[in-house]
C-alpha cells in the first residue's frame, strides 16, 4: 500500500473526469475504487479542530485528483448540481474530540457552494441534535441547516420498514429528503467491527442500529450500504483521519489516539475502508498492539461488501493517490 510518486503519477492520469463521473453521477454503477490519500501537519487537531483553510486545501487537491479537474469548483460541479438537495453525514457519538472536525465540515460546505448550491439546500446533519452540540457544532433550521433527525417531525424516521439483505429498518427522513449524500466519518477502531469508517457511520442513519452489532457487524454493515437509498445517493466520503483512535473505540479513550494528521477521500466506500483498515493495522503494529484478527475482530465486513459488488477490498484493485 506504499505510494510513491510514479504511483501517483500514473493514477491521476488514469483518474481523467471522463472516465471517473459518468457512474458517480448516473448512480447505476459502481463508483472507481479510487483513494486520495494526505498526511500533513496542517491536518492535526487544535484545540480539537482541524483549519478551515488546511482542510480545503487538502481536500481540493483530492476532488481535482479523484476527478481530473483542473480547479477545484470544477470538481465540486462534477459531484453536485445547484437545484440538489445535499445532506453532509457525520460521526459526531464520541463527542469534539474524535468527531467529525468542524474545519473540514465547513471546507466541504465551502466546495458545494463554489458548485452553486444555496444555503438553504445544504444540511449538516447527525443523529441527534446532542450529538452535534456536544461535537461543537451550532444547531439551526435556516439557511445552512445544522440538524438531528430527532428534531424532525413525527420522530424524524421513515414509517414504513426497507429492507437490505439481513436488514430491516427505518431510515432517517433526510435520506429520503437529500438528493445527494456526503459521508464524513472518523477512522477508529471499533470494538465489534474492528474499525468504524465509511459504511459503519450509515448506522447513524437508522432507527435500530443496535439490532446489527452481531457476528462483527457483518454482514450488516455491507447489507445496509447496498441499500439503494444509500448507495445511490452517497457520491462522496470524506473521512476525518486527523486524529485517529487505534484501540478501545469507537469512544475516545486517549491512550491510544494518534494525532495522525490525514484525510482520505474516495467516492467508493469499500475502497476507503479497506484503505483505513490497513491504515489503523499500520498504527497499532507501531505501538506493539495484536492485529484485529488476532483480536477476533477483523473487519469481515469489507470483504461482504466486496462481494455485493460495491467496491474493491484488495491492493491490486485500489488506486491510491498522494495529495499531501
Not at 491521476?12 to 447505476?28: Q, S
Not at 480539537?48 to 481540493?60: C, F, I, K, P, S
Not at 470538481?75 to 453525514?89: G, Q, R, S, Y
Not at 428534531?151 to 435520506?175: H, Q, R, W
Request: net charge positive; charged share 25%.
Amino acid at each position: 500500500m506504499t505510494v510513491d510518486r510514479r504511483t501517483f503519477t500514473k493514477s491521476v492520469i488514469a483518474a481523467g473526469a471522463g472516465m471517473v463521473f459518468p457512474t458517480l453521477i448516473d448512480g447505476e454503477d459502481t463508483p472507481p475504487n479510487t483513494v486520495a490519500i494526505a498526511r500533513s501537519e496542517r491536518l492535526q487537531r487544535v484545540n480539537h479542530d482541524v483549519g478551515r483553510e488546511a482542510a480545503a486545501q487538502v481536500l481540493n487537491k483530492a476532488m481535482m485528483a479523484l476527478t481530473g479537474s483542473k480547479k477545484p469548483d470544477e470538481a465540486w460541479k462534477l459531484m453536485v448540481e445547484p437545484h440538489h438537495k445535499v445532506a453532509i453525514k457525520l460521526s459526531c457519538l464520541p463527542g469534539k474530540y474524535l468527531s467529525s472536525s468542524r474545519g473540514l465540515v465547513t471546507a466541504i460546505v465551502d466546495g458545494l457552494r463554489s458548485a452553486g448550491l444555496e444555503e438553504q439546500n445544504i444540511w449538516i446533519w447527525e443523529r441527534t441534535g446532542r450529538e452535534l452540540e456536544n461535537a461543537g457544532f451550532s444547531l439551526s433550521d435556516r439557511g445552512l441547516r445544522v440538524l438531528g433527525t430527532d428534531s424532525l417531525p413525527g420522530g424524524g424516521y421513515a414509517k414504513e420498514f426497507a429492507f437490505s439483505g439481513s436488514v430491516g429498518t427505518l431510515f432517517s427522513e433526510i435520506v429520503a429528503m437529500a438528493d445527494v449524500l456526503i459521508n464524513v466519518p472518523v477512522l477508529k477502531d471499533h470494538d465489534i467491527s474492528g474499525i468504524s469508517c465509511a459504511m459503519k457511520n450509515f448506522y447513524g442513519a437508522i432507527y435500530n442500529p443496535n439490532k446489527f452489532h452481531g457476528n462483527n457487524c457483518d454482514p450488516y454493515i455491507a447489507d445496509l450500504y447496498n441499500h439503494p437509498s444509500l448507495k445511490k445517493k452517497c457520491r462522496l466520503h470524506v473521512c476525518d483521519a486527523s486524529r485517529i483512535q487505534l484501540h478501545n473505540g469507537p469512544a475516545f479513550y486517549p491512550k491510544y489516539v494518534k494525532e495522525y494528521g490525514g484525510m482520505l477521500v474516495s467516492m467508493n466506500p469499500v475502497a476507503l475502508d479497506y484503505t483505513g483498515w490497513r491504515l489503523i493495522e499500520r498504527e497499532r503494529k507501531s505501538v506493539g498492539l495484536p492485529t484485529l484478527k488476532e483480536e477476533g475482530r477483523m473487519p469481515s465486513y469489507i470483504f461482504s461488501a466486496a462481494k455485493l459488488g460495491l467496491g474493491a477490498a484488495d491492493e491490486k484493485n485500489i488506486r491510491l493517490l498522494d495529495i499531501s
